[in-house]
């Protein structure tokens, strides 16, 4: 038996608060689980300007809390407090106008970043931890997610490795995204304000640029991706993005663990978006969700005619050159293709207009919608994921739960969640290629429409395959707890850890001769 965690999570996205992708659906959901091992667990977030005090009854907590920024002076904001939903975890919004009194979370309305995104993300890491001072809380992991909350480990192993509250904290840095890492340039140096010193190839510098994820690399105690199969992907060039030698440096202290998803909110037997429930034991409801979406997107009701559904980001990361290249060739088929997204806008216009020239096959929705995007789980036959990379992915696995057969590019975590349908035995969840080519989509779009005009059987196995499949947040939040010991370990030594093994309990038990001592087994 092992004494609970002082936990503090840092993400610049948290569902249902501020959301772009699966960050914030991983961050929403882990915490609720490792509380349910009571950890004592808090969460700080950034308060961007449309996440709203009322309506999450968000209470300003202490004076104004200060955060010293190099050559920028002393930076001042206020902290704000409010629960996560369901839960009694409290979360932390960082709130400065400056920073983040604006539209959007890390873009203008273009799609440019924001010029003062390294200000804005170093700010809020560095807060994070002047967050701990105010609450005097002594946190012995702080979980840091992504380029935007990097800076945290580094801090802590320079500006605060010395303060009594924060010097043994362990990090751990989840990568969700290898692609984006925070590069600025060499100025941010004098805002972070721990020497130049730092600013070498082993530690912060990359090509002239300080580079934060890789300073994240260097420092944090322990790392991990969001499925086993990105882990070792990212140590390869083709998926390293330039910082593949870094993160082997780190092979020894570099784990994997697969998403869970949320069963509740993802549930075809009590979605509310959906027009009928239904279950792996009743499929017919299905058919229904098909017929309405059918209708939603303006294609010719047809029971018959598989749907393909996309509910994506828009951008080169999911393949979407690769859908815009096969689009028109998939019109050979009998098919309804069904796309939700928004992101690289020459996208929006390219498939806005291909579903305007064919209308009875395409339906196109440029936007971020929820509903949407169940209502698509729900009624589409099959859900295309193409991806270039994949970290984890959460669609494929929502798309399992509803029975909506995969078909995606066997990479990074669509690799290790998805199986291969096999013909001869009809094992599998979906239909993987891996060429990333338009040939390939077409080959593999071409076999799965196969299977579903011509192996009725078949695809009904297939499905019933999928929706009993579990991804559960139980399951890698026990994997994180795991890692959440062994980085404490790490940070400060065996001898010390020692005070975190709890002493075996023992009881009495009186048998009618004499009284022995059982020891209760731990739980981990
Ligand atoms: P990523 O984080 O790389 O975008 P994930 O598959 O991990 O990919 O997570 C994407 C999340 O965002 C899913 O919850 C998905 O349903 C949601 N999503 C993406 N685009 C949209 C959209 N246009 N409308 C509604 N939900 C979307
Ligand atoms: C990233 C990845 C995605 C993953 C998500 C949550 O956005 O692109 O694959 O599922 O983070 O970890």
């Not at 560095?126 to 909350?149: I, R």
């Not at 202290?253 to 034991?281: C, M, Q, R, T």
């Not at 994997?479 to 975190?500: C, D, H, M, P, T």
Request: with cysteine.
């Amino acid at each position: 038996m092992k004494k609970k965690l002082n936990i503090l999570i840092a993400s610049s996205e948290v569902v249902p608060f501020a959301k772009t992708g699966g960050l914030a659906d991983v961050v929403g959901a882990l915490p609720k689980e490792l509380q349910k091992m009571e950890h004592d667990i808090k969460i700080v977030m950034p308060r961007y300007y449309n996440i709203s005090k009322e309506k999450w009854n968000l209470k300003p907590i202490g004076g104004p809390l200060g955060t010293p920024m190099g050559t920028l002076g002393e930076v001042w904001c206020g902290v704000l407090e409010g629960k996560l939903p369901g839960t009694d975890i409290s979360v932390y919004f960082i709130e400065q106008e400056q920073y983040f009194g604006r539209k959007g979370i890390y873009n203008e309305e273009n799609g440019e970043g924001f010029l003062d995104n390294d200000n804005r993300f170093t700010f809020f890491s560095k807060a994070c931890l002047q967050l701990c001072k105010m609450l005097n809380f002594k946190p012995d992991l702080v979980h840091v997610n992504d380029w935007q909350t990097a800076a945290i480990p580094v801090f802590l192993n320079t500006t605060y490795k010395n303060d009594p509250l924060l010097k043994d904290a362990a990090t751990l840095l989840t990568i969700h995204n290898m692609q984006h890492q925070g590069n600025f340039y060499p100025g941010l140096m004098e805002v972070l304000d721990i020497g130049w010193e730092h600013f070498n190839f082993l530690e912060l510098e990359c090509n002239d640029e300080v580079n934060l994820l890789k300073g994240a690399i260097y420092n944090s105690t322990l790392i991990n991706t969001v499925s086993k199969g990105y882990a070792r992907e990212i140590q390869t060039p083709e998926y390293g993005w330039g910082l593949e030698d870094v993160i082997k440096e780190r092979s020894n202290d570099l784990f994997g663990i697969v998403n869970g998803i949320d069963y509740d909110e993802w549930n075809p037997e009590s979605d509310k978006f959906i027009s009928a429930n239904y279950s792996v034991k009743d499929l017919s409801g299905k058919a229904e969700c098909k017929k309405d979406l059918q209708k939603l997107f303006g294609l010719p009701e047809k029971p018959d005619v598989p749907i393909v559904g996309i509910v994506s980001r828009l951008a080169r990361q999911k393949g979407i050159d690769i859908i815009a290249e096969a689009i028109y060739g998939l019109l050979d088929y009998d098919i309804q293709i069904v796309i939700l997204g928004t992101g690289e806008v020459w996208s929006h216009f390219y498939f806005g207009e291909a579903a305007g020239k064919f209308p009875d096959k395409i339906g196109c929705h440029i936007g971020y919608d929820n509903a949407l995007a169940h209502k698509i789980e729900a009624g589409a036959d099959f859900f295309l994921m193409p991806s270039r990379f994949e970290p984890c992915g959460l669609n494929q696995l929502y798309s399992l739960r509803y029975g909506t057969i995969p078909i995606v590019r066997a990479t990074g975590g669509l690799e290790d969640t998805i199986e291969n349908y096999n013909e001869a035995t009809g094992e599998g969840t979906g239909f993987k290629f891996y060429d990333l080519n338009a040939k390939a989509l077409y080959n593999s779009i071409g076999w799965a429409l196969y299977t579903y005009y011509n192996k009725k059987d078949a695809m009904q196995k297939l499905i019933k395959q999928a929706m009993t499949k579990r991804f559960t947040w139980e399951n890698s939040a026990k994997e994180y707890e795991n890692l959440y010991y062994q980085a404490v370990k790490k940070r400060i030594g065996e001898e010390r850890f020692k005070s975190f093994e709890l002493p075996k309990k023992t009881i009495k038990k009186v048998s009618s001769k004499s009284i022995k001592e059982d020891i209760l087994e731990p739980a981990y």
